[in-house]
């Protein structure tokens, strides 16, 4: 048959065309990016996925938040809907109350590292295997599963001033306690409650982080012959520095935003507004007072500081890491 009438697929190569050089050509062929509808399609599908997200954000979080940042310059009672400006903002700083639920943030901050490393050295001995670490895992996070108002009110029973917890004390020749009474404890108490009931959810987080961590490097300091402490501080905090600083951030968000339940049943912001803090703060002036527009006004003020506090958090932290 003449070579005219072969069909191209068995057509041979024309004449100084290697087999390699056709199929680098062939490969060229197949490898060039279609242009038209596919190619489009491909690049807005991320934005098409993230738009649903966005869009509940925009509307149920940012658009009340501009809101009442607009009402918190709004008037009360007879000057409800009228603009009066900063007056509400001055008003709340001149309040004794609220100075003291700021004051009380101070501690917040204070006590956070503690508040940290309870969950980060259970999850490390969790994670080191010790001896009934199964058990340990439930127990922790059970607290997490329990009501606030469950916990204030188990704590309440406990810490009464005849509660097990003073009879305990009476045992050993320490004499009783007033743990929510006294103004200068009362406010360690409930914090220290908190920490108790919500850290099993720190405890998984710091758990998820173990599992990114190369337990070659751990082997290797056991072989060099570091001692616990030295393999916390010099392996497992370093290798977790990202999960540390989410701890850090969500746990301070956690303590601004999430003790209304304990500070309720267990204190009702007593005694002598010792336990203020500005999300109880914020409760009392709008379903006690009616004060809506200044209590818009004490919500601004704690979106500002836990914003202020938490890019203070992630700066430090990251310095720290990069010292290391």
Do not use: C
């Amino acid at each position: 048959m003449p070579i005219g009438n072969v069909p191209p697929s068995v057509r041979p190569a024309p004449a100084g065309r290697t087999d390699a050089a056709a199929g680098a050509a062939t490969h060229r062929r197949i490898a060039r990016p279609r242009r038209g509808g596919g190619w489009r399609s491909e690049r807005l599908a991320p934005y098409v996925l993230m738009a649903p997200a966005v869009l509940i954000i925009v509307v149920l979080r940012l658009y009340p938040l501009l809101l009442g940042v607009n009402f918190s310059f709004t008037g009360d009672g007879e000057r409800n809907g009228v603009m009066v400006g900063l007056d509400n903002y001055l008003e709340l700083f001149e309040d004794p109350l609220f100075r003291a639920a700021l004051g009380n943030v101070g501690l917040l901050v204070l006590l956070l590292p503690v508040a940290v490393a309870v969950p980060g050295l259970l999850a490390t001995f969790i994670y080191l295997r010790v001896p009934g670490h199964r058990l340990y895992r439930s127990v922790y996070f059970f607290p997490a599963v329990l009501s606030p108002v469950i916990v204030g009110a188990i704590f309440n029973l406990l810490l009464a001033f005849d509660g097990p917890f003073n009879a305990v004390l009476g045992s050993v020749g320490v004499g009783p306690v007033d743990w929510l009474g006294n103004p200068d404890v009362a406010m360690f108490v409930v914090v220290g409650v908190h920490v108790w009931a919500t850290f099993g959810m720190a405890l998984v987080v710091f758990l998820a982080g173990f599992a990114t961590l190369d337990p070659a490097l751990l082997d290797a300091a056991r072989v060099d012959g570091a001692s616990l402490p030295q393999v916390i501080w010099q392996v497992i905090v370093p290798g977790l520095s990202r999960t540390i600083q989410f701890v850090f951030v969500t746990t301070m968000i956690g303590m601004l935003t999430s003790m209304f339940g304990l500070l309720y049943v267990m204190t009702s912001g007593g005694p002598e507004g010792s336990t203020y803090l500005p999300e109880y703060y914020i409760w009392f002036q709008q379903g006690q007072l009616n004060r809506p527009a200044l209590a818009s006004a004490a919500s601004t003020v704690l979106f500002v500081i836990m914003l202020v506090v938490g890019l203070l958090q992630i700066k430090l932290l990251k310095r720290a890491g990069r010292e290391d």
